[in-house]
């Protein structure tokens, strides 16, 4: 496990940048910043399941659906799975 608390922070900021409809580029910053949730902490299958719910919205199938197949390999909790 990477740097957790360093990772959510990243998370957060992402999930305000994809809901943030006033900017025409907010879902490449959100990839972005979901992207780095994951490089500090790879195991953090929140993040990858938003990468790829992220890919799916700029319309990059292959990449959700890998995401997302990573994210299962991941800790995810609950009904995540």
Not at 22 to 29: A, D, F, N, Y
Not at 43 to 53: K, P, R, S
């Amino acid at each position: 496990m990477g740097d957790r608390k360093a990772a959510i922070e990243f998370y957060n900021n992402a999930v305000t940048a994809a809901n943030d409809k006033t900017q025409p580029t907010h879902l490449q910053h959100a990839y972005q910043l979901f992207s780095s949730a994951v490089a500090v902490d790879p195991g953090f299958g929140l993040a990858w399941y938003q990468i790829g719910n992220n890919n799916n919205d700029l319309g990059c199938i292959p990449a959700a659906i890998a995401a997302w197949r990573r994210a299962l390999t991941c800790d995810l909790e609950g009904d995540m799975r």
